[in-house]
């Protein structure tokens, strides 16, 4: 079996915020309707065109729906800026400013932030292929992970980033994967996942020899997991030579 180094950066990132650090945001909405949902959706949609084409510093800007359920009124974004002065920057645009002082906006029952923080280890810590770009509904995931004790927590990101490695080499329908820490509970993980399929992920990716092996050195530390299944609606989640998707 092979680990992979973590550095010391990314050990300090282990439950602090880290200032310099890309800033990356996980926001539910919930809303009083579908209509609502729907206008907050096309608003969002429209601000991530304008991001993509005039603001370098915001390297993701998405709006998603959850898949396969009955829930019509909520609402999920996955923001990354490449630091806090590119976020408030966004925030200060004229697009942004109107948002928030829209009609739409105000109809935002509730919303809640969750920061997530990048590790910056090894490359192992995320990847995405090209095909992507190519996948029209890409299945996509937040898995909310939480852990017995803070000590073991270097262990399971050792094997998280394996599986990582693993599937951006041998999964060709394992589309994107990336692991973060949470800045306010360090015994907590996160992933955003996208695969080709729901099947691809339950047949393929979930049954690899490598997600058994992971179950099995750190599944028993693990107290929690949540899955959250994500429908894109608007915006792009990477940005690269082909534009954002
Ligand atoms: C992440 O790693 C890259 C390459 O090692 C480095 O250039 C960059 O400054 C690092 N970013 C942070 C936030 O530490
Ligand atoms: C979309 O953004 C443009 C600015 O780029 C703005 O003029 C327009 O009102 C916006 N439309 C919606 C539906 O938010
Ligand atoms: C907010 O919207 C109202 C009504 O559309 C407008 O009168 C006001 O000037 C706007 N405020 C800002 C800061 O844009
Ligand atoms: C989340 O990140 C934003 C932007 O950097 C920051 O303003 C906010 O305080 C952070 N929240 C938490 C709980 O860390
Ligand atoms: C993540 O999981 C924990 C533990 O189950 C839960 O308390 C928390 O609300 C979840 N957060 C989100 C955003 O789903
Ligand atoms: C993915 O790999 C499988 C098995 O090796 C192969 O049959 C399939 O054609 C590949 N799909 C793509 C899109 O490359």
Request: net charge negative.
């Amino acid at each position: 079996m092979r680990f992979f180094d973590l550095t010391a950066a990314a050990l300090i990132t282990l439950g602090t915020v880290s200032a310099a650090g890309p800033v990356f945001l996980f926001t539910t909405f919930s809303t009083s309707s579908t209509a609502v949902r729907d206008e907050l959706i096309a608003s969002m949609d429209n601000v991530s065109r304008w991001s993509c084409a005039n603001e370098p510093g915001v390297s993701k800007h998405a709006i998603f729906i959850p898949r396969g359920g009955s829930d019509a009124t909520t609402a999920y974004s996955i923001e990354q800026y490449d630091d806090e002065a590119a976020l408030q920057k966004h925030l200060a645009t004229e697009i942004m400013t109107n948002l928030h002082n829209s009609t739409t906006w105000s109809k935002i029952t509730t919303s809640s932030v969750q920061n997530f923080t990048v590790i910056n280890s090894t490359s192992s810590s995320f990847f995405r292929s090209d095909q992507f770009a190519l996948v029209s509904d890409p299945y996509v995931v937040i898995q909310n992970l939480t852990y017995s004790n803070t000590g073991g927590m270097r262990h399971v990101i050792e094997h998280q980033e394996e599986a990582i490695e693993y599937a951006s080499k041998s999964e060709n329908g394992t589309l994107a994967l990336g692991l973060y820490t949470d800045p306010t509970n360090n015994k907590r993980l996160w992933t955003l996942g996208a695969y080709e399929s729901e099947m691809y992920k339950r047949d393929v990716h979930d049954k690899s020899g490598m997600a058994e092996e992971l179950e099995e050195h750190t599944g028993g530390m693990r107290t929690s997991r949540r899955e959250i299944l994500l429908a894109k609606k608007g915006g792009f989640l990477f940005k690269g030579a082909g534009g954002c998707v």
